[in-house]
């Protein structure tokens, strides 16, 4: 569908706005940045700010509602016979490859991260957004699967998959930022996400079984 002009601006605006307050929040720390120090640096009310952002925190996880939805997208757009584990393991080394944002693994996450890390308030929103990623898609998965509501499978397979994606970008994200260079993170972050996808895949079954007791 055309954009309208209307639609145009006030996309721009938006933009504009959010591009200001990252760059402002990189610099001096989210908790030290007022929104109406944020409104003026671009030239607009402190009220426009809030009519684009419902809160502070909005300024920062602006692609927040594409955030949510991307698990969801994966799910939607796997191959005919892909199984759920085997799409997010083809969509994580995609992004390990294409160093996309999707997963944090972009240049520049770990300034990110920092950010994030040095604000409680940050901290709690990421929290939130990790939480409506893992319920959205379960709920993509129990409607698309035609699971009971009494059908816990949707949202242990959720949590699972999410969680091994996080716990492998957590790991990429503290050698980043312990200054390592990613030609030397991504060839072990691609050998440790394809080991736990074959766990996903296969089940953990003997894993972590004890040494049989030695008889002799």
Same mark, same amino acid.
């Given at each position: ?16 706005? @959010? !591009?200001?307050? $990252? #760059?402002?929040?990189? +610099? ?8 109406? =120090? &944020? %409104?003026? /640096? ?66 520049? @996450? !770990?300034?990110? $991260? #920092?950010?994030?890390? +040095? ?8 929290? =939130? &957004? %990790?939480? /409506? ?71 953990? #079954?003997?894993?972590? +079984? ?7």
């Amino acid at each position: 569908m055309h954009e309208g002009l209307r639609e145009r601006k006030k996309r721009e605006t938006r933009q504009r706005i @959010s !591009d200001i307050a $990252t #760059g402002l929040f990189i +610099a001096r720390g989210f908790d030290n940045v007022t929104v109406a =120090e &944020i %409104a003026q /640096a671009a030239d607009v009310s402190v009220n426009t700010v809030f009519n684009y952002f419902g809160t502070k925190e909005d300024l920062f996880a602006d692609r927040q509602e594409l955030a949510v939805d991307l698990p969801q997208r994966v799910l939607r757009e796997r191959a005919p016979g892909e199984g759920v584990v085997r799409a997010f393991r083809r969509d994580y080394l995609d992004a390990i490859d294409t160093r996309d944002w999707r997963y944090g693994l972009n240049e520049g @996450s !770990d300034v990110f $991260t #920092g950010v994030v890390n +040095a604000s409680p308030a940050l901290v709690a929103r990421l929290r =939130e &957004i %990790a939480v /409506a990623r893992e319920e959205g898609l379960a709920r993509a998965l129990a409607g698309e699967l035609g699971a009971g509501p009494g059908d816990l499978t949707p949202g242990i397979a959720a949590a699972q998959i999410l969680a091994t994606t996080r716990i492998l970008s957590d790991h990429a994200l503290a050698r980043m930022l312990a200054g390592e260079p990613w030609e030397r993170i991504a060839p072990s972050l691609r050998e440790q996400a394809e080991r736990a996808f074959d766990l996903l895949e296969s089940g953990l #079954g003997d894993y972590g +079984a004890r040494p049989a007791a030695d008889d002799g």
